[in-house]
């Protein structure tokens, strides 16, 4: 990988992690270099990372996967981590990994609901038993997102949409191409699929979407506060404020 493109997702998981509250360390810059460089696998970067935590421990069975552990805000996970903070640190981590190791090897498919899954499920599967499955309970973040029970069928919805505008991928109107990507990122906020890391894998799915169609989007010029708001104001169909973020990071490649 050149090294413009490895700066160009250094800036994209650097934005990300932002996002989360935290920031990329030069230690964990170094390791993302290394896999998208290809030195090393994401396996053997998680691998030695997860030894060098003492994260090695045996999953604790019995839990409802799709919950926090009780009295906690920690969603059921392989490393029974049950500290907030402790479990965010081991997430941007070892998902920035998985993030760098998906620029260099991209899954293959059509960019439908399931291609979504098979995001979340390579960034959290390390982690989390339920990576990649719909969440069966109600879901809401200062705003109520989509039912459970409604999820599929909505997404179903959405991404055939999606699929007839052809991935957005003949939109040679910048300004077209905003407002189209801020509508469609928009109602995947709104549909919230999986218990926790939609933002990451929605993020992922759409900067490959505008990647795809010829654009650029430069995160490291984007305001994560901004962003943050603007997702919230699209989950009630409010896409101007997401449309407005875009517009000052968007390019033609």
Known sequence: MKDDRVKECIDYMSFTVDLEGGMLSDESESLLRSVLEEERSADEVIAAYVNS???????ETGY???????GTKCLVNY???KDRSRLRQVENLIV????????????????GFDYLKEVHAHLFGDIYPSAGQVRTGQASKKHDFCRAEHIEGYASELFSRLEKD????????????????????????ALHPFKD??????RFFFNKIAED??????????????????GMAAVDGDYQGLGSVLQEIISRR
């Open 53 to 59: 935590e003492g994260l090695g421990v045996s999953y």
């Open 197 to 202: 890391g939609n933002g990451r894998a929605e």
């Open 79 to 81: 490393f029974n981590i």
């Open 213 to 230: 169609a010829g654009y650029h989007l430069d995160w490291k010029n984007a305001d994560s506060d901004r962003m943050l708001e603007a």
């Open 96 to 111: 920035s990994v998985r993030t760098a190791e998906l620029f260099v090897k991209p899954i293959k498919g059509r960019m």
């Open 64 to 70: 409802d996967e799709m919950s926090n552990y009780p």
């Open 166 to 189: 052809d991935y957005l991928r003949h939109v040679a109107d910048i300004e077209d191409f905003v407002n189209d990507l801020a509508f469609y990122m928009g109602e995947a906020e």
